[in-house]
């Protein structure tokens, strides 16, 4: 009986949180956060207090001077004590609100004293996260299935706002964020966080947060970057101390050990394997997973001419994007060299394309150095 007792007040605890949450700011989770939301709520007061205060003196004269009343249309001039009064009025209430506006601005612009610095790239339509202080990084990916978003299957609690690798931070650290972006301008936006910050290519913009406890923090790309935009999802997930250095000790020994031999000569088993798992996080919402493209936008790649072609100008075009359609990235800056060999193995051997041709990373190798040169 108590455990049920408890069960149903957790489950009207989460109701009215829920509930909150639909008609208000979401709880902030750091000291940014709580000043914004703090500011949001004074400025809230104060503009709602001076709407009904308005909105009352309006009331009071439509109503008292109403011509059923007996009232008249008197003419009048101008008053130099009552224009002074309104003039001095929202004067003092404009310094109110600017000086706690200006102390979170400066608030947020201060980035010195981090003790962790992670570059953060925008991409189409993918986010990737460089840990500088560790020499490590990952790309984030939507991690929503494509039943989901098609509608096939029911849509999971988190619909869009999951991904298959989050950004991991410790709680009660200064964490320094570096943000640019690769293509076009995207935006960085966690709002318990408290952080909304443009990514723009060519760029190093920056930012910072600290979390105060452990939890899962959710955002997405706020700005229109593409066909894709709603599937650009942010994950933060800060840890403890303890659990950081876990989570970052298993990081570089996983680092250590997927770094690829240069040298190594693979079969076009295990690279069509890989090449499928890349495909299937970079060029799905362009190619579709049938290789059939999306007709007016983005060529088919079942039956391609490129595809089914010399090996050299895929390469090319895979490494340094096409002219011809701008729409088609510079993968070079993004994958590895194996990666990039894989995919092409990949799209050379799936669906209606058999050329029984595999691409070695040492021949992307050869090609960065080509281009380089």
Request: aromatic share 8%; net charge neutral; glycine share 8%.
């Amino acid at each position: 009986m108590l455990g049920s007792t408890a069960a149903s007040s957790l489950f009207a605890s989460t109701a009215i949180q829920a509930q909150v949450a639909a008609i208000n700011l979401q709880a902030p989770a750091t000291s940014l956060a709580r000043l914004e939301y703090d500011l949001h709520s004074m400025l809230l007061l104060v503009t709602g207090g001076i709407f009904l205060l308005v909105l009352a003196v309006m009331l009071y004269a439509i109503v008292r001077h109403r011509k059923s009343a007996g009232h008249a249309a008197k003419l009048f001039h101008e008053n130099t004590t009552v224009e002074i009064i309104w003039t001095i009025i929202p004067l003092l209430i404009l310094l109110l609100i600017a000086w706690p506006a200006t102390q979170a601005v400066l608030n947020q612009k201060s980035t010195r004293g981090e003790e962790l610095t992670i570059k953060i790239t925008g991409y189409q339509w993918k986010w990737r996260y460089d840990y500088l202080d560790d020499n490590f990084g990952f790309m984030s990916h939507l991690a929503t299935p494509a039943a989901a978003i098609a509608g096939t299957v029911a849509k999971p609690v988190n619909y869009l706002l999951e991904v298959d690798e989050p950004l991991v931070v410790p709680t009660g650290r200064k964490v320094r964020l570096l943000l640019t972006a690769n293509d076009v301008i995207h935006s960085w936006w966690v709002p318990q966080l408290g952080i909304k910050q443009d990514a723009i290519p060519g760029f190093l913009r920056d930012a910072w947060f600290m979390v105060d406890r452990p939890g899962i923090y959710r955002g997405q790309c706020s700005e229109l970057c593409g066909k894709d935009h709603g599937f650009m999802p942010i994950v933060v997930d800060a840890r403890s101390p303890e659990d950081y250095e876990h989570w970052r000790a298993a990081r570089l020994k996983q680092a250590a050990a997927s770094a690829d031999d240069p040298a190594r000569v693979w079969t076009l088993a295990a690279l069509r394997e890989r090449g499928e798992k890349v495909y299937g996080q970079n060029c799905i919402p362009c190619h579709q997973a049938n290789g059939k493209g999306i007709p007016g936008s983005f060529p088919a790649l079942d039956g391609s001419p490129v595809v089914n072609g010399d090996k050299a100008g895929h390469i090319n075009i895979v490494l340094n994007g096409s002219q011809k359609n701008p729409a088609m990235q510079a993968w070079g800056k993004q994958l590895s060299d194996t990666d990039i060999a894989a995919v092409i193995s990949y799209e050379r051997n799936a669906w209606g394309n058999h050329t029984g041709q595999l691409v070695q990373p040492a021949e992307i190798r050869a090609a960065r150095t080509g281009a380089a040169s």
